[in-house]
């Protein structure tokens, strides 16, 4: 899922049971914030895990895309 503004763009990648390292990583391997590089804009990646018998959020994770 990509949340997309004129300076930037949150790239987030969803997980259920996993970590938000797995999808961070999967972001980056998949090159999924490549399409929104932009003179002037910031690129944000975000991880986010669900645990299904916690039923909520367990793990979450962000980087900043250095250009």
């Known amino acids: ?3 997309e503004y004129p300076d930037k763009v ?3 990648e ?4 996993q970590s938000a390292d797995k999808a961070i990583a ?3 391997k998949k090159n999924y914030s490549e399409k929104y590089i932009a003179p ?3 690129i944000f ?3 986010i895990n669900f645990d299904t018998s916690a ?4 793990d979450w994770k962000w980087e900043k895309v250095s250009k």
């Open 40 to 42: 002037g804009r910031e």
């Open 45 to 47: 990646l975000i991880g």
């Open 10 to 12: 949150y790239v987030i």
């Open 26 to 28: 999967q972001i980056k």
């Open 55 to 58: 039923r909520s959020i367990t």
């Open 14 to 17: 969803l997980k259920y049971n």
């Open 1 to 3: 899922m990509a949340v």
